[in-house]
């Protein structure tokens, strides 16, 4: 069964880049239609969703946060990580990654989530 | 920028029926947002329970099921248990995904 894993600091300073890489077990990260997401919790608050990406690097971003995204794949390592700049108090949350099947149009798998805290 | 709306809280009684549902700002939920519902309780990731409107995971508890309802998704709990307490969150695609505010079920 596949899983995944949030790595990264927990701890980020605010106009810092917050960066986090999502490690997947159980499958190949290039597997064909699976695409590989993160989204975002506030605490006590509601989910977002942030972005997602192919094995061939083709992205896809929310709206909102796309000036300060920039997601990347490393199928060597079957992993993939999340690059957000600029970051502001609004940015601490528990961040999940989680595998997005397209043809399903499903979020089956999830990460246990990893919080990050944008504080000085 | 749409906004998915959801019941703040409900309350049902152990053994009872429920319905959650999930609206859009931009009109009636159709299939064509590939509705989702998660459930969360603290601490956990959301577990997935439904999507694409009505499918079922293999984990998914019969007693859950999903549909659209009066332009609204929606997610019914029939006998419900005392473990069924917890977050559910509404999850819709307008060419990218939009979560809900969530539903705190109590069950009491």
């Known amino acids: 069964q596949v899983q995944l894993q949030e790595s990264g600091p927990g701890l980020v300073k605010p106009s810092q880049t917050l960066s986090l890489t999502c490690t997947v077990s159980?499958?190949?990260?290039?597997?064909?239609?699976?695409?590989w997401s993160w989204i975002r919790q506030i605490p006590g608050k509601g989910l977002e969703w942030i972005a997602y990406i192919y094995y061939s690097g083709t992205t896809y971003y929310n709206p909102s946060l796309k000036s300060r995204l920039a997601i990347s794949v490393d199928t060597s390592k079957n992993q993939f990580s999340l690059n957000l700049n600029s970051v502001t108090a609004a940015d601490t949350a528990v961040y999940y990654c989680?595998?997005?099947?397209?043809?399903?149009?499903?979020?089956?798998?999830w990460g246990q989530g990893t919080l990050v805290t944008v504080s000085s | 920028q749409t906004v998915v709306t959801q019941e703040p809280s409900l309350t049902v009684s152990p053994g009872g029926t429920v319905t959650l549902t999930c609206a859009s700002t931009?009109?009636?939920?159709?299939?064509?947002?590939?509705p989702h519902w998660f459930q969360q309780t603290p601490g956990q990731p959301p577990r997935p329970l439904i999507y694409s409107t009505s499918n079922k995971y293999s984990w998914t508890p019969a007693r859950f099921s999903g549909s659209l309802l009066g332009g609204k998704a929606a997610l019914t709990l029939s006998g419900v248990q005392p473990e069924d307490e917890a977050d559910y969150y509404c999850l819709l695609y307008y060419g990218g995904w939009v979560f809900g505010g969530g539903t705190k079920l109590t069950v009491l």
């Open positions: 989680a595998r997005y099947i397209g043809g399903s149009r499903e979020f089956d798998y």
């Open positions: 159980g499958g190949s990260i290039s597997s064909n239609d699976h695409y």
């Open positions: 931009t009109g009636a939920v159709t299939g064509g947002s590939f």
